[in-house]
Nanobody, 125 residues
């Protein structure tokens, strides 16, 4: 019953845009810090957008700054990751992860309460 589900991935050309959704079922998403990760084949997980407990600010990976933006719709219990100006190196499986705010110590490090199943993003001509 408690689930976190990503959607919106797919194949897009370089320079294109995608919006990923992270929908929560069985819990209130606004009670949690939601981070986005990605993992390319043979690589470890990389934090894409990471929240700070101190002020709720978002730290984006250097590789995506100025191109990716998160937003939240509490009415729909959904977090979004808007990805613009996509590059081939953005190709990866993208995951959202949730943890209660009190568990946040270091941005995108530590344990999470819930993980989504991942959605594939492929940027290619």
């Amino acid at each position: 019953q408690v689930r976190l589900v990503e959607s919106g991935g797919g194949l897009v050309q370089p320079g294109g845009s995608l919006r990923l959704s992270c929908g929560a079922s069985g819990f209130r998403l606004d009670y949690y810090a939601i981070d986005w990760f990605r993992q390319a084949p043979g690589k470890g997980r990389e934090g894409v957008s990471c929240l700070s407990r101190s002020d709720g600010s978002t730290d984006y990976a250097d590789s995506v700054k100025g191109r990716f933006t998160i937003s939240r719709d509490n009415a729909k219990n959904t977090m979004y990751l808007q990805m613009n100006s996509l590059k081939p190196e953005d190709t990866a499986v993208y995951y959202c992860a949730a943890r209660v705010w009190r568990r946040v110590r270091v941005r995108c490090l530590g344990e999470y309460d819930y993980w989504g199943q991942g959605t594939q993003v492929t940027v290619s001509s």
